[in-house]
């Protein structure tokens, strides 16, 4: 059974800070996902993503993650992924808290 690739998006925890980290279009991290480059071709996610995992020294734990196009950019198509890209739980402080009302 061929499993069918999904678009994607690259990200890892930042290996100093730990915060979730999304690899951009231009080949560096933002801590936004909607900055991350999203990937519809399963040959260019697994490139990004292995010269992604080649960056141990700046990251951690880096994967390929469903996403879907959005109107500002690409938008998390999985619930932990959203629970990631809105950052730490536990209180609202770093992501959070810049969106408190």
Same mark, same amino acid.
């Given at each position: 059974?061929?499993? %069918?690739?999904?678009?994607? #998006?690259?990200?890892?925890?930042?290996?100093?800070?730990?915060? #979730?980290? *999304? &690899?951009?279009?231009?080949?560096?991290?933002?801590?936004? =996902?909607?900055?991350?480059? &999203?990937?519809?071709? !399963? &040959?260019?996610?697994? @490139? @990004?993503?292995?010269?992604?995992?080649?960056? $141990? /020294? !700046?990251? #951690?734990?880096?994967? &390929? @993650? $469903?996403? %879907? =196009?959005? $109107?500002?950019?690409?938008?998390?198509? =999985?619930? %932990?992924?959203?629970? %990631?890209?809105?950052?730490?739980?536990? *209180? $609202? =402080?770093?992501? !959070?808290? /810049?969106?408190?009302?």
């Amino acid at each position: 059974m061929t499993i %069918r690739f999904t678009p994607s #998006v690259v990200t890892a925890n930042d290996l100093l800070s730990g915060d #979730v980290i *999304y &690899l951009t279009p231009h080949g560096n991290w933002s801590r936004i =996902h909607t900055d991350a480059a &999203l990937f519809t071709e !399963q &040959l260019a996610a697994e @490139a @990004a993503l292995s010269a992604a995992q080649a960056q $141990p /020294d !700046q990251i #951690v734990g880096a994967y &390929l @993650a $469903p996403a %879907r =196009h959005g $109107p500002n950019g690409p938008e998390p198509a =999985h619930f %932990r992924e959203v629970f %990631r890209a809105r950052g730490p739980s536990n *209180y $609202p =402080h770093g992501k !959070q808290a /810049d969106n408190m009302c």
